[in-house]
């Protein structure tokens, strides 16, 4: 069956910098977009960053442009988010999915899988 695992969150200082990986497994994983969502308490999950199955095309949004690098390694079954610059308003669980064919990148609904998220905290 379809999993994904994230991790690397944790506990950094506004400034600091985390890296969060994504482990794929039960499916080819090369050959899907993946995506990581974000959600913090009382708000609606939000798109972060996608990265097309080769690696060719990458997307963010513009609240972390210039500042989080999306990435993978699909000899590994990886997918990568560098987060640098951690401001508060980074703070929330992290989510990554795989995307459906179709859609936008920004779209949760073109999403079939999810990982269980992992949380990121920011303090100021």
């Known amino acids: 069956q379809v999993q994904l695992v994230e991790s690397g969150g944790g506990l950094v200082q506004a400034g600091g910098s985390l890296r969060l990986s994504c482990a794929g497994s039960?499916?080819?994983?090369?050959?899907?977009?993946m995506g990581w969502f974000r959600q913090a308490p009382g708000k609606e999950r939000e798109f972060v960053a996608a990265?097309?199955?080769?690696?060719?095309?990458?997307y963010y949004a513009d609240s972390v442009k210039g500042r989080f690098t999306i990435s993978r390694d699909n000899a590994k079954n990886l997918l990568y988010l560098q987060m640098n610059s951690l401001k508060p308003e980074d703070t929330a669980v992290y989510y990554c999915?795989?995307?459906?064919?179709?859609?936008?990148?920004?779209?949760?609904?073109?999403?079939?899988?999810w990982g269980q998220g992992t949380q990121v905290t920011v303090s100021s």
């Open positions: 990265v097309t199955s080769r690696g060719g095309s990458t």
């Open positions: 039960g499916y080819s994983f090369s050959i899907y977009t």
């Open positions: 999915a795989r995307k459906r064919a179709g859609g936008t990148e920004d779209d949760p609904l073109k999403y079939d899988y």
